[in-house]
């Protein structure tokens, strides 16, 4: 399967195109403090935990590993059996976007309910974002999604859920410009971008050192 965006690489890409074209073109400036690190962990326990609700579930991420343009095909394969099918990790892709689902299950009648797990104890407009690029992707490849849910921490480490189906539904005309905007941006050269607000929120960049000139590019350092 062909993809040049993901759902992270879109996330990236509204908060600073220039961070979009250094995910794709020149992610080994990534730079990720260990507090960052520590949240990442954070979180994956508590996706851990959420997940463990949905039980027998096929993990397409360990069926496949890196593999990540082969998800697609086997989530399909999956969805397309007959009777409950729990996946974690399923793949998606359209209009060279690929997503990663959190956990998506079907019910014996076909009916589709995806989630995606945040552990935060609201639900931050970044989370409806992700949500929004997921269906945009989700709903053109399959026919009966019934529901798209975020879950989220309740502050004890259990699971609260809010519906965002018909908010990524009317988001999806946006959405759908957005993307062509950011494969545009992957054509091009690097932008240019100086350092600002928009470093800091909704995430911290992981390219502010580089932005800040305080590391060298893969041209610079093959100069010396
Ligand atoms: S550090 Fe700031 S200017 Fe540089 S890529 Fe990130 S968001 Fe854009």
Redesign the pocket.
Request: hydrophobic share 20%.
């Given at each position: 399967m062909i993809y040049r965006l993901t759902k992270s690489k879109f996330i990236r890409g509204l908060?600073?195109?220039?961070?979009l074209y250094?995910d794709v073109y020149k992610p080994q400036l990534a730079y990720y403090p260990p507090e960052t690190l520590e949240r990442f962990r954070k979180g994956r326990d508590f996706e851990a935990k959420v997940k463990s609700l949905f039980p027998n579930a096929v993990d397409v991420s360990r069926q496949l590993g890196r593999q990540i343009g082969k998800y697609p095909e086997l989530t399909a394969t999956l969805l397309a059996q007959s009777g409950e099918v729990n996946l974690y990790e399923a793949g998606f892709v359209h209009n060279e976007v690929l997503v990663l689902a959190d956990v998506v299950h079907k019910d014996a009648d076909g009916n589709i309910a995806v989630y995606e797990i945040k552990n935060s104890l609201s639900v931050k407009d970044v989370f409806r974002r992700d949500v929004n690029i997921q269906h945009y992707v989700i709903s053109h490849c399959i026919e009966k999604l019934s529901s798209f849910s975020i879950i989220y921490n309740d502050g004890n480490d259990e699971p609260l859920y809010e519906e965002l189906l018909d908010d990524a539904r009317e988001a999806e005309p946006l959405i759908a410009k957005q993307v062509e905007r950011m494969k545009e941006v992957l054509q091009g050269m690097e932008p240019s971008?100086?350092?600002?607000e928009?470093?800091s929120a909704p995430y911290e960049?992981?390219?502010?050192r580089?932005?800040?000139g305080k590391v060298a590019t893969q041209l610079e350092l093959a100069e010396f």
């Open positions: 908060q600073c195109e220039k961070a250094l971008a100086e350092p600002g928009q470093c960049c992981p390219y502010l580089y932005c800040n």
